[in-house]
C-alpha cells in the first residue's frame, strides 16, 4: 500500500522536480554572468578587482587563441612557402647554378684565362687571375658558344675589373663571383644557356 506523506512533508516527486527547477536557475543564472561579462559596458560597471579578473581572464582566451593559431596554423603556412621555395629553386635561373646533369650529357667549355688588376684599400697594385669552365647543356652547345666567346671574355673582364680584393674574399665572396659571372655569360651566350661557371683558378696577388 502506498505511505501517504507526513503533515509538512512533500511528495517526492515535487522534491525532485523542485531541485530541478533550483539547478536550472543556477544554469541560468552562470551563463547570464558570462554572457554579461562579455559585454563591454557590463565590465565597466564592475569595482576595480572583479574587472581585473574579468580583464585577465579574457587576455588568456585570446593570448591562448593567438598561441595555437601561431602553432597549428601559421606552422602549415611556414611549411607551404618552404615547399614552394623548394620547388622554385630548382627552376635554374640565370643567377644560380642548375642541379647537376647526368654524367652522359654533361658538356664543358673551357674560358681562356683572364688577368686584370683589381681595387684595393690603400691603392696598391693587385691582380686577379682567374681560370673558369662553362657548364652547358649538352656537347653541341659548345659548337654554338664558341663563336660568342670574346662576348664573354668582355663581359668577365668589364666585371672583374671593377672589383675590390675584398669583394673576392672568403666563401661568400667566391659564391658571389661564381653568380655574377653566371649571370653575364648567360647574357652573351644568349640563346645557348650555360648552367654552371666552375672555378678552375683564382690568384689574388
Known amino acids: ?45 564592475l569595482p576595480l578587482i572583479p574587472k581585473l579578473i574579468v580583464l585577465g581572464g579574457l587576455v588568456l582566451v585570446l593570448g591562448g587563441g593567438g598561441a595555437a593559431y601561431y602553432f597549428l ?6 611549411e607551404h612557402g618552404e615547399s614552394a621555395a623548394a620547388e622554385g629553386g630548382h627552376g635554374g635561373g ?27 684599400a690603400d691603392s696598391t697594385p693587385a691582380f686577379l687571375k682567374l ?15 664558341e663563336p660568342v666567346m670574346p662576348r664573354v671574355v668582355d663581359q668577365f673582364q668589364t666585371y672583374l675589373r671593377e672589383l675590390r680584393v675584398d669583394d673576392v674574399r672568403g666563401s661568400m665572396g667566391v659564391m658571389r663571383l661564381k653568380e655574377e ?13 650555360v648552367r654552371d661557371v666552375l672555378l678552375k683558378e683564382m690568384i689574388v696577388q
Open 73 to 78: 596554423g601559421g606552422s602549415s603556412a611556414e
Open 181 to 193: 659571372l653566371l649571370r653575364r655569360v648567360n647574357l652573351a651566350a644568349a640563346p645557348t644557356p
Open 131 to 145: 681560370a673558369v669552365s662553362l657548364e652547358l647543356d649538352s656537347p653541341e652547345a659548345r659548337t654554338a658558344i
Open 1 to 45: 500500500m502506498a505511505t501517504k506523506p507526513k503533515p509538512g512533508e512533500k511528495p517526492a516527486g515535487e522534491e525532485e522536480s523542485a531541485d530541478a527547477k533550483e539547478a536550472a536557475a543556477a544554469k541560468k543564472s552562470l551563463v547570464g554572468s558570462i554572457l554579461s561579462m562579455l559585454n563591454p559596458l557590463a565590465v565597466l560597471k
Open 94 to 120: 640565370h643567377g644560380a647554378p642548375s642541379p647537376d646533369l647526368p654524367p652522359e650529357h654533361a658538356a664543358f667549355f673551357d674560358v681562356p684565362d683572364i688577368v686584370v688588376n683589381i681595387q684595393t
